[in-house]
Nanobody, 125 residues
Framework: QVQLVESGGGLVQPGGSLRLSCAAS????????ICWFRQVAGKEREAVSC????????IYSDSLKGRFTISRDNAKNTVYLQMNTLKPEDTAVYYC??????????????????WGQGTQVTVSS
């Protein structure tokens, strides 16, 4: 079992930055990579980025690489998503998900076994 809790969403102006947090807990954490996803209303959820639990390897959506950075603090069991130069089209509900490590190579079609509740990010002036 893995439990995930996101935080850090909110309203930001275009060009601004936000950092999302995903606090993870559970006995099976070592078997899972943590990924960030986002979903715009009426559209499919898309994978944004993942970070491996074993070696810290990171993967990004090609369209977001360079603006978003994923990182982790192992001592806090927390994964972060630093989002810079935000655009109105980044407005979405952002979720973190736990993906079994063996499936990480399937990015962006990674299948999470566990989801957080989501946090709203709104980019607007």
């Amino acid at each position: 079992q893995v439990q995930l809790v996101e935080s850090g969403g909110g309203l930001v102006q275009p060009g601004g930055s936000l950092r999302l947090s995903c606090a993870a807990s559970g006995s099976s954490l070592n078997y899972y990579a943590i990924c960030w996803f986002r979903q715009v209303a009426g559209k499919e959820r898309e994978a944004v980025s993942c970070i491996s639990s074993s070696d810290g390897r990171t993967i990004y959506s090609d369209s977001l690489k360079g603006r978003f950075t994923i990182s982790r603090d192992n001592a806090k069991n927390t994964v972060y998503l630093q989002m810079n130069t935000l655009k109105p089209e980044d407005t979405a509900v952002y979720y973190c998900g736990a993906v079994y490590s063996d499936y990480l190579s399937s990015f962006p079609r990674v299948p999470p076994d566990y989801w957080g509740q989501g946090t709203q990010v709104t980019v607007s002036s």
